[in-house]
């Protein structure tokens, strides 16, 4: 099956804990993107990336970091900094190279602090 | 810099009746403009998009989208409504190949 990859569906953390949300395509594009999702504030950008080995802080980056090693994955550590991580994150990815190009998203992870 | 409005927080509509979810977009260069849908603990589908061309804008599931650009605004229309059309629509805009940026979401209820 092709197409965007996100794990774990439901993750906890506890105060002071960093926690890793993954995110893998098989789409192979070159573009993936991390965004937040809080009830009536619409999607925010939290960090994107357009080729291997490089990334931009989007919106609201504070407390959050993200690497890309591999075309294929884009994984976003939420680290203690981050003081309210409670939200539903959604991956996304596309193909760079063409203006208007179609974002497509995964089926999104729940981070609750406990 | 971009941006969206999605003026209506909640839109009601009775099933059969036709439908419209409201778009004004902000850009300084030609607009990318997208229709997205979410579903409860779900991803965004892409519903459809505007590059150039046709200003009336044919997408899944029977939806369309008129691009207005005097008026900038971007609707989303749908004939007839169905009970399983009930979700949450985000209009967002792209400039070149720079990430989206979304409106805020309209919840849209189709009542039997």
């Known amino acids: 099956d092709g197409g965007i990859t996100q794990s774990p569906k439901y993750l906890f953390r506890k105060e002071g804990q960093n926690v890793t949300l993954s995110c893998e395509q098989n789409l192979n594009h070159d573009a993936m993107y991390w965004y937040r999702q809080d009830p009536g504030q619409g999607l925010r950008l939290i960090y994107y990336?357009?080729?291997?080995?490089?990334?931009q802080k989007g919106d609201i980056a504070e407390g959050y970091s993200v690497s890309r090693e591999k075309k294929e994955s884009f994984p976003l550590t939420v680290t203690s900094a981050q003081k309210n991580p409670t939200a539903f994150y959604l991956c996304a990815s596309s193909n760079s190279r063409t203006s208007g190009n179609t974002i497509y998203f995964g089926e999104g992870s729940w981070l609750t602090v406990v | 810099a971009q941006s969206v409005a999605q003026p209506e927080d909640q839109v009601n509509v009775a099933e059969g009746n036709p439908l419209t979810v409201k778009c004004t977009y902000s850009?300084?260069?030609?607009?990318?403009l997208f229709w997205y849908v979410q579903y409860p603990n779900r991803g965004l589908q892409f519903l459809l998009k505007y590059i150039t061309g046709d200003n009336l804008v044919k997408g899944s599931y029977g939806f369309e989208a008129e691009f207005n650009k005097s008026q900038t605004s971007f609707h989303l229309k749908k004939p007839s409504a169905l009970v399983s059309d009930s979700a949450l629509y985000f209009c967002?805009?792209?400039?070149?190949?720079?990430?989206?940026?979304f409106g805020k979401g309209t919840r849209l209820s189709v009542i039997a």
């Open positions: 990336s357009q080729i291997v080995n490089d990334f």
């Open positions: 850009v300084s260069g030609n607009p990318y």
């Open positions: 967002a805009v792209r400039d070149g190949t720079a990430p989206l940026v």
